[in-house]
């Protein structure tokens, strides 16, 4: 029988003991995996970026709605005087427009089918022809004179007419042979012609034609006393699209004859069409 030593056997203080022993390292495994837990979210903590949200970010901004641009300011002419003067169309018309024009320029005459057809297609409307001789033409001057001469005798449009269907022959020579084939007076025409007795005609309407804002030929003011309302808000987009196009346009205010536009250049039909349709 084995001597037992205060109570207990050896075997039983060894089993004792290591049982101690497992629990100790038990405890401080479990120790160790929490802190070690604990020590990775501290981490990752640390780890986390802040980000600054500005306010109201977290709602959706609608983009702004761009402003309907408004009808550019009409710049404010004096009235043409027309006293005299040669027109087509209809005398009461209340739509005018007035061609600003040189004999020798080639856009101007390539612009002459175009006013044709408007004519055609607006026949209340009133044309009419304004000299703007350029000095660089060497025929210009003169033959814008002889037309004022023929119109002298009431035939300023035919004379027009032999000139745009006759653009090489532009001479004072030239003049007086198309006066004679017109059946004028030559010996009347030829006085005048020579002795230069409508410059100073040619040079009203040239300075007329500046004063209104043609700055080239052909050159265009359209203008009307009777314009329903919004014409310029009408006419508005016409002159931002001319614009874009390199074309000088602008809207104008004829002190005393109404509101209209001033363009330039030898354009397709349609830029005339919807000038025209504006007004009506």
């Known amino acids: 029988m084995a001597v037992k030593e205060g109570g207990t056997s050896a075997l039983e203080r060894g089993e004792y003991v290591v049982g101690l022993a497992i629990l100790i390292a038990a405890c401080l495994i479990s120790f160790s995996v929490y802190y070690g837990v604990q020590g990775v979210s501290n981490s990752v903590d640390k780890l986390k ?49 007035l061609e600003y024009s040189d004999f020798e320029c080639p856009f101007c005459g390539r612009v002459q089918p175009t006013l044709a057809q408007l004519k055609s297609a607006y026949p209340d ?8 001789p350029l000095s660089f033409h060497q025929y210009a001057q003169k033959s814008a ?5 023929a119109n002298k005798q009431g035939k300023f449009w035919e004379m027009h007419d032999m000139f745009y269907k006759n653009t090489s022959a532009l001479s004072v ?37 500046a004063s209104v804002g043609i700055q080239g030929t052909p050159g265009f003011l359209i203008y009307s006393s009777t314009a329903k309302s919004g014409l310029d808000a009408k006419l508005a987009p016409i002159v931002a699209e001319l614009t874009s196009l390199g074309v000088d346009a602008t809207l104008v205010d004829v002190n005393g004859a109404g509101k209209g536009i001033v363009f330039a250049g030898a354009l397709p039909y349609a830029n005339f069409q919807a000038v025209m349709n504006a007004f009506n």
Not at 125 to 132: E, I, N, P, V
Not at 145 to 149: G, I, M, Q, V
Request: glycine share 8%; proline share 6%; aromatic share 6%.
């Open 49 to 97: 970026l802040t980000v600054n949200i500005p306010s109201g970010a977290a709602q959706a901004q609608e983009p702004a709605q761009p402003e309907t641009p408004s009808a550019p300011s009409a710049v404010k002419i004096a009235a043409p005087d027309l006293t005299g003067a040669a027109f087509q169309g209809k005398a009461s018309g209340k739509v005018v427009l």
């Open 125 to 132: 409307a009133k044309y009419y022809f304004r000299h703007f």
């Open 145 to 149: 004179e002889a037309a004022e001469c």
């Open 173 to 209: 020579e030239d003049a007086k042979a198309h006066a004679a084939a017109l059946g004028l007076n030559t010996a009347e025409f030829n006085s005048c012609l020579d002795s230069g007795q409508t410059a100073s005609a040619v040079a009203a309407q040239m300075q007329e034609g």
